[in-house]
């Protein structure tokens, strides 16, 4: 689980550096039918990991609520396989929901241009707006790492539950 969040923490920086920055074009005069391939799909990998960094962040904290070494090793398992699945629909979900404007008008923007200057505070600005964009998807994911998380629990408890626990007695 510790490399699977590395992993999703190093591409959601990459990913997210390279869509504000527009790296895609210094990849394009390089080598460019990747640097091609690079801007088609950068911000679907923008989008992706932003959202696997959320679920695996909700899978881990709803792994330290579970006691059982067991129960919490296949419940991770099959929450991450589950998230893995969902992780396309999730990302599309997240991605709609992350472009309403929580704001009114441009007080950042203004405020990078007045302290950068124009090109540099427009340049931060965009850097801003693709950072807060991939954290807004991945808070939007977090729930449901923690809910496919829990619904594991659920099955592997219920799963390992005896059956026929014998006569009642009354009293």
Known sequence: MRRLTILSIALGIIMTLSYGTGAHIAVRFLNPPFGAWWNANEFAMVECSAAAFGMLLGIRLGA????????????MIT???????????????????ARYRFTRGAPANAWLIDR???????????????????????????????????LAVVI????????????AISK
């Open 156 to 167: 592997f408890m219920t799963a390992a539950s005896d059956t026929n626990p014998g006569p």
């Open 64 to 75: 330290r609520l579970v006691d059982g070494l067991l129960l919490k090793r296949n419940s």
């Open 116 to 150: 950068f200057a124009y090109d540099t505070g427009m340049f931060l600005d965009k850097l801003l707006g693709a950072g807060v964009y991939s954290m807004k998807i991945a808070v939007i994911a977090f729930p449901v790492g923690m809910i496919l998380f829990g």
């Open 79 to 97: 929450a991450v396989l589950a998230g893995a699945l969902a992780l396309p629909i999730v990302a599309r979900l997240g991605s709609e929901v």
